[in-house]
């Protein structure tokens, strides 16, 4: 079993930072991917930002340029730096591990429990 722990949400005012965290713990698998989804309140649940293992990184229109994924050496936490935050960056904030299982190759998938991201204006 793998668990997601996250932290770091908080409430803001507009145009600050928060950096959320995500410590991946427990079972050993190969983690091919580390990321953050959001879901404000009313709105689907949507891909915020994913880096991969080998480096390569995506981020949502809304928040290109102003948030930042980043992984530790040992690849186990990923980290959510938040700058310049809006008042439409409220939401709940989700970290999402995918990998590999190293002896059977199955796929897998674990989400954190959830920060609350709240900026106000």
């Known amino acids: 079993q793998v668990q997601l722990v996250e932290s770091g949400g908080g409430l803001v005012q507009a145009r600050g930072s928060l950096r959320l965290s995500c410590a991946a713990s427990?079972?050993?698998?190969?983690?091919?991917?580390m990321g953050w989804y959001r879901q404000a309140p009313g709105k689907q649940r949507e891909l915020v930002a994913v880096?991969?293992?080998?480096?390569?990184?995506n981020y949502a229109d809304s928040v290109k340029g102003r948030f930042t994924i980043s992984r530790d050496n040992a690849e186990n936490t990923v980290y959510l730096q938040m700058n310049s935050l809006k008042p439409e960056d409220t939401a709940v904030y989700y970290c999402n591990v995918a990998g590999v299982d190293y002896y059977t190759g199955e796929h897998l998938e674990f989400w954190g429990q959830g920060t609350l991201v709240t900026v106000s204006s």
């Open positions: 427990g079972s050993i698998f190969s983690i091919n991917a």
């Open positions: 880096k991969t293992t080998s480096g390569s990184t």
